[in-house]
């Protein structure tokens, strides 16, 4: 669709993750002039060759991908991070891509750099600036999400004493 000189693009049906077991998106691709901005939805990383072909296909200038999901690594196994990591790094090497916004699923993981290293590296190696939405809006960068349980004082339920879940004492108490 064309807008005036603004081209919107959409990305065929693709699988939100690694297989298609939690159904479709779409990824958008929005571009004006020489200026391309990609979304990609919520696939998860991208972990697959479809993802990955639409991306390089689209040539984005800024790139807004929601990370590979490693706050989960119990429903996300840790090759479809490897091959999302890699895939972007191949993005980052292979495309018009100035700037690579990360954000959702990365941003999940307190350790979201450590795991993002090899994508923060290629960014540095190709003049590509990796930030994260917030830090992209001139913000903090917040992680609310990845601090629930400290935020809302949940531990894991091994570190919780018997002393600790006494409730009838305290400064709540009746």
């Not at 795991?115 to 830090?135: P, Y």
Request: aromatic letters at 6%; proline letters at 7%.
């Amino acid at each position: 669709m064309d807008f005036g000189g603004t081209e919107l693009l959409f990305s065929p049906a693709l699988p939100h993750g690694y297989n298609d077991e939690l159904g479709y998106v779409v990824m958008a691709r929005i571009s004006r002039g020489s200026e391309v901005f990609v979304h990609t939805a919520d696939v998860l990383g991208p972990p697959l060759k479809e993802h990955l072909a639409f991306l390089i296909d689209a040539q984005p200038t800024v790139l807004y991908v929601d990370g590979p999901m490693t706050h989960m690594p119990e429903n996300y196994p840790e090759q479809h991070t490897r091959r999302s990591l890699s895939h972007l790094s191949r993005i980052l090497r292979t495309t018009n891509v100035r700037t690579l916004i990360l954000d959702h699923h990365i941003l999940r993981d307190r350790d979201w750099q450590t795991r993002m290293a090899s994508v923060l590296k290629a960014g540095e190696e190709h003049d590509v600036a990796v930030v994260t939405a917030a830090e992209f809006a001139g913000k903090a960068v917040d992680q609310l999400e990845a601090n629930r349980d400290r935020l809302y004082g949940i531990t894991p339920e091994a570190e919780v004493s018997p002393s600790n879940t006494d409730r009838s004492s305290g400064p709540d108490a009746p």
